[in-house]
C-alpha cells in the first residue's frame, strides 16, 4: 500500500517571533519535548516496520523542528528506509544543515520557508552556505505581512535557487 503521511507531534516552539504566528517564541517544557521526542522516536520505529509499504512523510510540526536533534535523526534514518520513497520537513531552515550530508539526498526533501523579518535573503540563500548539500530536494517559499513584504524583489534571490541545492 501507498501511504502518504502529515506527521505532526506535541512540538509547539520555534526561534523565530513572527507577529502573526502563535508558536513565535514560544518555548515548549521539558515534558513536552520528551513526549515530543518519544512520540517522534515511536513514528520512526513504526516507519521502520512497514515493509510491505511504500511511505511518503512530511513533518509539519507546530514550530521549528529541525533545532531539535531528533528531528534531524529522525529524517535521516528515515531517508534510508528503502520502503521511504520521501520524507520531508517544514523549516525555516534557521539551523545549520550539514546534518543533510547524512542523509540520501534522493529521498530527502526540505520545504523551506522564508521569513523577510526574521533573516535577510543574503542569509536564506544558496551562496549563503545555509542551504543543504547537493542533490537534496528543496523548494522555498515566502511568508510575510504587507509591511514587510515590498514585492517581487524581496524574492528575486530565493526564487533562482528554489527547487535546487547545489
Not at 531517508?79 to 520537513?89: D, F, K, N, T, W
Not at 521569513?115 to 515566502?142: E, I, K, L, M, Y
Request: charged share 20%; net charge positive.
Amino acid at each position: 500500500m501507498d501511504l502518504t503521511i502529515l506527521y505532526r507531534g506535541p512540538l509547539a516552539s520555534c526561534d523565530y517571533d513572527c507577529p502573526y504566528c502563535p508558536f513565535a517564541k514560544r518555548r515548549d517544557s521539558p515534558e513536552r519535548l520528551r513526549a515530543d521526542r518519544a512520540a517522534l522516536e515511536r513514528f520512526t520505529a513504526w516507519a521502520a516496520e512497514q515493509t510491505g509499504d511504500r511511505l511518503s512523510v512530511l513533518f509539519t510540526p507546530w514550530g521549528e523542528g529541525l533545532v531539535r536533534s531528533w528531528y534531524r535523526r529522525a529524517l535521516i534514518e528515515l531517508s534510508h528506509l528503502p520502503q521511504v520513497e520521501r520524507v520531508a520537513i517544514q523549516t525555516n531552515l534557521s539551523c545549520r544543515t550539514g546534518w543533510t550530508a547524512e542523509a540520501d539526498p534522493a529521498t530527502l526533501a526540505l520545504w523551506c520557508t522564508y521569513h523577510p523579518d526574521q533573516t535577510r535573503t543574503t542569509g536564506f540563500s544558496p551562496s549563503a552556505g545555509s542551504w543543504p548539500r547537493a542533490g537534496c530536494v528543496t523548494a522555498s517559499a515566502s511568508w510575510g505581512c504587507p509591511p514587510i513584504w515590498t514585492g517581487p524583489a524581496d524574492c528575486a534571490p530565493i526564487s533562482r535557487a528554489r527547487c535546487t541545492c547545489g
